[in-house]
């Protein structure tokens, strides 16, 4: 497992964190969806928040928020990922409701990619951040997002760093759930299935190669259609949406994440080599020490990263 390759992040990472986290924080959008990757991000803040020295006041997802009552210093935390933009707009659309329940708090966005389609929307985003009246921190994941940012939004903080997944404590985490190492025969494609696929027409791949997206989206699991339920029964009592909320939060993050993140990584511990048009696919089969081979996504998100903090190391490549 690549537990050197994760303490170099770290050094990028946290000295940067530490600095712009300056108070407590209520953490947001976190993702309490089957994709993994996000899950990663947000297991792989959960490994190094002990190391910022301010407390998590509450965590939100976008199914879980309702403003909390906080001082104006209280830091607002954005999850990092790639959704800073309108190709998934839901997530920019919550950062604004945020930002309109707290105008005078600071922000820090980890790190993210950015992509607007949308020229008019982007300006639109531009005169809406330039509103907020307290500090806003901007993390990137790659240098053509930083470009952007510090391009066209005229009050933010942009800083270059690492995805968080990169941090990802692989290690410690398949220790805790007896997840045991090995290196295991054959191949697997982790092949996205939404907007951001690309036609895959002319690359030659092994044969016999498996291929499937992360498995909790491929096919829904028992945890899954459980706590659906639950929230349905909730739904149906009067005055449980307190209630409601947080058994959200707290199920995913407690039982569905480890569940989903543990089955990923027995997954591809059946194979040697990994190829991947997911991010977080290709991370995580890096640092499990696979060999790994990136497919570019929809609009170069992929080799954005791979190419800011990966393109130096052995056993990842990008076709």
Same mark, same amino acid.
């Given at each position: 497992?690549?537990?050197?390759?994760?303490?170099?992040?770290?050094?990028?990472?946290?000295?940067?964190?530490?600095?712009i986290i300056?108070?407590d924080? +209520? &953490?947001?959008?976190?993702c309490?969806?089957t994709?993994?990757?996000?899950?990663?991000?947000?297991?792989?803040?959960?490994?190094?928040?002990t190391?910022i020295?301010?407390? #998590? &006041?509450h965590?939100?997802g976008?199914?879980?928020?309702?403003?909390?009552?906080?001082?104006?210093?209280?830091?607002?935390?954005? =999850?990092?990922?790639g959704?800073f933009?309108?190709?998934?707009?839901?997530?920019?659309?919550?950062?604004?409701?945020v930002?309109?329940?707290?105008?005078?708090n600071?922000?820090?966005?980890?790190?993210?990619?950015?992509?607007?389609?949308s020229?008019e929307?982007m300006?639109?985003?531009v005169?809406?951040?330039?509103?907020?009246n307290?500090d806003?921190?901007?993390c990137?994941?790659?240098?053509a997002?930083f470009?952007?940012?510090?391009?066209?939004y005229?009050?933010?903080?942009?800083?270059?760093?690492p995805?968080?997944?990169l941090?990802f404590?692989?290690e410690t985490? #398949?220790?805790?759930?007896?997840?045991?190492?090995?290196?295991?025969? !054959?191949s697997l494609?982790?092949?996205?299935?939404?907007?951001?696929?690309?036609e895959?027409d !002319?690359?030659?791949?092994?044969?016999?190669?498996?291929?499937?997206?992360?498995?909790?989206?491929?096919e829904?699991?028992?945890?899954?259609?459980?706590?659906?339920?639950?929230?349905?029964?909730?739904?149906?009592?009067?005055?449980?949406?307190k209630?409601?909320?947080?058994?959200m939060?707290?199920?995913f993050?407690?039982?569905?994440?480890?569940k989903?993140?543990?089955m990923?990584? =027995?997954?591809?511990?059946?194979?040697?080599?990994?190829?991947?048009?997911?991010?977080?696919g290709?991370?995580l089969?890096?640092?499990?020490?696979?060999e790994?081979?990136?497919?570019?996504?929809?609009?170069?998100?992929?080799?954005?990263v791979?190419?800011?903090?990966?393109?130096d190391?052995?056993? +990842?490549r990008?076709?």
């Amino acid at each position: 497992m690549n537990n050197a390759y994760r303490h170099r992040m770290l050094d990028y990472l946290l000295p940067t964190l530490c600095s712009i986290i300056k108070t407590d924080y +209520v &953490l947001l959008d976190t993702c309490l969806i089957t994709n993994v990757g996000d899950l990663l991000i947000w297991q792989a803040f959960e490994d190094i928040k002990t190391e910022i020295p301010h407390k #998590c &006041l509450h965590a939100f997802g976008i199914e879980t928020y309702k403003a909390p009552k906080i001082d104006k210093n209280v830091t607002l935390v954005f =999850m990092g990922g790639g959704n800073f933009g309108d190709l998934w707009e839901r997530h920019q659309i919550f950062r604004h409701r945020v930002m309109e329940d707290f105008p005078d708090n600071p922000i820090v966005q980890l790190p993210q990619s950015v992509w607007w389609e949308s020229k008019e929307k982007m300006e639109e985003d531009v005169r809406s951040y330039a509103k907020h009246n307290a500090d806003i921190h901007i993390c990137l994941r790659d240098a053509a997002s930083f470009d952007i940012i510090k391009k066209n939004y005229t009050n933010v903080h942009p800083y270059l760093l690492p995805d968080l997944a990169l941090v990802f404590d692989v290690e410690t985490y #398949c220790r805790k759930h007896c997840i045991e190492n090995r290196v295991g025969d !054959g191949s697997l494609l982790i092949k996205r299935k939404d907007k951001e696929q690309v036609e895959l027409d !002319g690359y030659e791949f092994p044969k016999n190669m498996i291929e499937h997206d992360w498995l909790p989206m491929e096919e829904e699991q028992p945890v899954q259609k459980a706590y659906k339920s639950i929230i349905l029964l909730l739904k149906k009592i009067p005055y449980t949406g307190k209630l409601r909320r947080y058994f959200m939060q707290v199920f995913f993050r407690k039982i569905i994440m480890p569940k989903y993140i543990t089955m990923s990584i =027995m997954d591809m511990m059946q194979y040697k080599y990994i190829y991947s048009t997911r991010l977080h696919g290709g991370v995580l089969a890096f640092l499990l020490g696979k060999e790994t081979v990136f497919i570019d996504n929809s609009y170069r998100k992929i080799s954005g990263v791979y190419e800011e903090w990966m393109s130096d190391c052995e056993n +990842v490549r990008m076709i």
